[in-house]
């Protein structure tokens, strides 16, 4: 296990979901959105984007495999997630880790937001890209890197990629996500954190170091 970039000082300063989608609105009201960007253009993706976080928290429906799981759980965890208001990745997935976390009463959900932070950023970067939202998992007792998470489950990685391969208009391939995310409602996302669960408790068990490969 590493050491963590995240320090108690980035725990003070982090966010609850409630408080997040507090603070969007907040923004909105004012015509903004997070980040430095407040066009037109990214302050209606922030407002869609909080039609799709109030939709999947009515939609996502934990299957009992990762309610006894979680239920299992016997470390303090906490998950930060680096997200920004504008993002629909983050839209789509923050509202399904909250409710898995929510199923135990040891993991706690933070969020930082990605701009604010960049030292945090860049120490958990994918194919060396800043791409959110990215859950770090840690031991809340000692700031012991669990594992990551993001920025999005597997098979909606793949139809970004087919969209890129197909060079489609940004648009076009935000559409297809989109629907993809709909269809699935969380259950990708609730496969892969049942490997990822398991791996993060064996992580604090001296008993038991196999880590299960999580595809």
């Given at each position: 296990?590493?050491?963590?970039?995240?320090?108690?000082?980035?725990?003070s300063?982090?966010?609850?979901?409630?408080?997040?989608?507090?603070?969007?609105?907040?923004?909105?009201?004012?015509?903004?959105?997070?980040?430095e960007?407040?066009?037109?253009?990214?302050?209606?993706?922030?407002?869609?984007?909080?039609?799709?976080?109030?939709?999947m928290?009515?939609?996502v429906?934990?299957?009992?495999?990762?309610?006894?799981?979680?239920?299992?759980?016997?470390?303090?965890?906490?998950?930060?997630?680096?997200?920004?208001?504008?993002?629909?990745?983050?839209?789509?997935?923050?509202?399904?880790?909250?409710?898995?976390?929510?199923?135990?009463?040891?993991?706690?959900?933070?969020?930082?937001?990605r701009?604010?932070?960049?030292?945090?950023?860049?120490?958990?970067?994918?194919?060396?890209?800043?791409?959110?939202?990215?859950?770090?998992?840690?031991?809340?007792?000692?700031?012991?890197?669990?594992?990551?998470?993001?920025?999005?489950?597997?098979?909606?990685?793949?139809?970004v990629?087919?969209?890129?391969?197909?060079?489609?208009?940004?648009?076009?391939?935000?559409?297809?996500?989109?629907?993809?995310?709909?269809?699935?409602?969380?259950?990708?996302?609730?496969?892969?954190?049942?490997?990822?669960?398991?791996?993060?408790?064996q992580?604090?068990?001296?008993?038991?170091?196999?880590?299960?490969?999580?595809?």
């Open positions: 296990m590493a050491k963590t970039p995240i320090t108690h000082e980035h725990l300063k982090a966010i609850s979901y409630m408080q997040y989608l507090e603070m969007i609105d907040r923004l909105l009201a004012e015509g903004k959105t997070t980040g960007n407040h066009s037109e253009e990214m302050v209606e993706y922030t407002r869609m984007n909080m039609h799709r976080m109030y939709r928290e009515k939609s429906v934990l299957d009992d495999e990762i309610v006894q799981l979680l239920l299992s759980v016997d470390n303090k965890m906490t998950w930060v997630v680096l997200t920004e208001a504008w993002c629909g990745d983050a839209a789509q997935n923050i509202p399904a880790i909250v409710k898995i976390a929510d199923a135990s009463p040891l993991i706690e959900v933070k969020l930082l937001l701009d604010e932070h960049p030292e945090v950023m860049d120490a958990f970067l994918t194919n060396n890209t800043r791409s959110i939202p990215k859950l770090i998992a840690f031991d809340t007792g000692t700031l012991e890197v669990l594992g990551t998470w993001g920025p999005r489950p597997e098979p909606a990685q793949q139809v990629q087919e969209a890129k391969d197909n060079n489609l208009p940004f648009k076009e391939m935000a559409e297809k996500l989109h629907g993809w995310y709909g269809k699935d409602r969380s259950r990708s996302l609730q496969q892969e954190f049942k490997c990822l669960l398991r791996n993060w408790a992580l604090t068990s001296p008993e038991n170091r196999l880590i299960e490969r999580c595809s």
